[in-house]
């Protein structure tokens, strides 16, 4: 076995189906007294009906969080959170609303409790992105990483079924990439295995019955997986493809996961052997890129950027944005090949190795 280095994660994880009556005890265990509650507009009324049952711990609801943590919602909110004296932030949401959070606390240190309702994994990441003028920065501080993370899947039976796809898929492309970074470990390579099979099979229950709680558990246990795979490892080729193509092409988060990622595995196929045949015992499929394209197809999400709504007059710019800088990825980054990926990706033809 290589040397290692693991830093376990300093997250508390409180998960099962209704814990989200735990809240009041875990903001005491932060030594905190009162949340400013983070919400998007359309999750107003999920947030709203958890504020009540808590109401003496609430400072007040901020319900505008937008896709991207823009710098101006970040600035309201860290006012917001100010002016209500709170003294934690109680994210309950996505990727979107636990990213405001950790805006607020990248400048406050105010400490977060995330209460995530989809699969993208953010509440335990030490990863947070801000958008100012248009360009989407992200960096890595421990300070934004949520004290508290409470999954509760009761939360995520609203989830539309299609984003529960993608957002899986997101998960998955976690794991998918965690187990060919550099700097894994056998921990980690545990923890994405397991996560790729619960997110996958969840799917498959959840397609039949999207109100199956037993469902539902397994997918947030996977996202939770996933996730922590995320914020321990460097992520590679089709991290950085995503970043790209949604921070300069504006495409939606995890639909962009969900197209690429196939891709982006046949790319690295040969090159990463040991992490292939662990994604393939955790879908119980040999041909890894095509097990995720057919799992994406089978459940209905897109699998082509065309219909995401990339136009192909981008692909060139894509192609150059990839290979402009460098960062870890077991195939060596070529721009011809990538070009390639890029076209089987935008017309959503099956991935090729
Ligand atoms: P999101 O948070 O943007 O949510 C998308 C929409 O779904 C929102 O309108 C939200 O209100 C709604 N929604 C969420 N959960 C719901 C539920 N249970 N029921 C009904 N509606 C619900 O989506 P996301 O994919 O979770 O997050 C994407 C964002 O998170 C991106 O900006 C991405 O960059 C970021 N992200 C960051 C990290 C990190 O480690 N920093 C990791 C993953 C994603």
């Known amino acids: 076995m290589k040397s290692f280095v693991h830093q376990g994660s300093l997250s508390r994880i409180v998960f099962g189906v209704d814990s989200v009556q735990f809240i009041p005890e875990e903001i005491e265990r932060l030594v905190a007294k009162r949340a400013l509650v983070l919400c998007t507009a359309n999750q107003r009324e999920q947030a709203e009906a958890i504020a009540e049952t ?53 400048e406050s240190g105010l400490p977060i409790i995330a209460v995530p309702t989809t699969y993208a994994g953010s509440e335990v990441t030490p990863i947070f992105g801000l958008t100012e003028g248009g360009v989407k920065k992200t960096g890595r501080d421990p300070k934004v990483l949520p004290r508290t993370v409470i999954y509760d899947p009761r939360l995520t039976v609203t989830l539309p079924f299609s984003m529960t796809v993608t957002s899986a898929m997101n ?41 199956d709680l037993e469902a539902r558990s397994d997918a947030l246990y996977g996202a939770w997986l996933c996730g922590t795979v995320l914020g321990s490892v460097a992520m590679g080729l089709h991290h950085k493809l995503c970043h790209t193509l949604g921070g300069t092409f504006n495409l939606p988060h995890a639909e962009v996961h969900t197209v690429i ?93």
């Open 54 to 106: 808590i109401s003496s711990r609430v400072a007040g609801i901020f319900d505008r969080v937008e896709m991207h943590v823009p710098i101006e919602v970040a600035r309201q909110a860290r006012q917001a959170a100010a002016s209500l004296g709170a003294d934690c932030a109680l994210a309950i949401g996505g990727g979107s609303t636990i990213g405001l959070g950790k805006a607020i606390a990248l």
């Open 171 to 211: 998960a998955i492309a976690h794991s998918a990439e965690g187990l060919y970074a550099y700097d894994g470990n056998p921990v980690l390579e545990l923890m994405a295995e397991e996560g790729i099979r619960a997110s996958a099979a969840s799917l498959e229950r959840l397609a039949m019955n999207p109100a």
């Open 261 to 353: 990622l196939p891709h982006a595995l046949a790319y690295n196929f040969d090159a990463a052997p040991a992490a292939m045949r662990r994604i393939a015992r955790a879908l119980g499929k040999a041909d890894v890129p095509l097990a995720v394209y057919d799992l994406a197809r089978k459940h209905g999400a897109p699998t082509s950027l065309r219909e995401i709504g990339m136009t192909a007059d981008g692909l060139d710019r894509a192609a150059d944005l990839a290979v402009s800088d460098q960062y870890p990825n077991p195939r060596p980054l070529e721009r011809t090949a990538l070009r390639a990926l890029l076209q089987r990706a935008f017309d959503g033809v099956s991935p090729q190795a």
